[in-house]
């Protein structure tokens, strides 16, 4: 069975910074695609950031250039780095995996940016 851990959430001031992680555990063959949404309150859930297995990036608009999304492939582990946060970063985090051609949703983090 494939799981997947976030962590690195909390809080923090406007302007700050905040490392996510995404730990994928259990038995599989590969890990193809991996990617961040997050889901603000009282709002749906939306992409932020994804890497394909060969280090390939994209990003939203409103995080580009403030969030760094990374893969470490021999600890099956995601990061994201987020930099100069803003009030509206303030979400619930999941990380969301393609592990042998299934997709697979994390718990979430929730990350609150407030002073």
């Known amino acids: 069975q494939v799981q997947l851990v976030e962590s690195g959430g909390g809080l923090v001031q406007p302007g700050g910074s905040l490392r996510l992680s995404c730990e994928v555990s259990?038995?599989?063959?590969?890990?193809?695609?991996m990617t961040w949404y997050r889901q603000p309150p009282g709002k749906a859930r939306a992409l932020v950031a994804g890497i394909t297995s060969g280090g390939r990036t994209n990003y939203v608009d409103s995080v580009a250039g403030r969030f760094t999304i990374s893969r470490d492939n021999a600890e099956n582990t995601m990061y994201l780095q987020m930099n100069s946060l803003k009030p509206e970063d303030t979400a619930v985090y999941y990380c969301n995996v393609g592990v042998d051609l299934r997709s697979y949703w994390g718990k979430g983090t929730l990350v609150t940016v407030s002073s």
């Open positions: 259990g038995t599989f063959v590969s890990i193809n695609f």
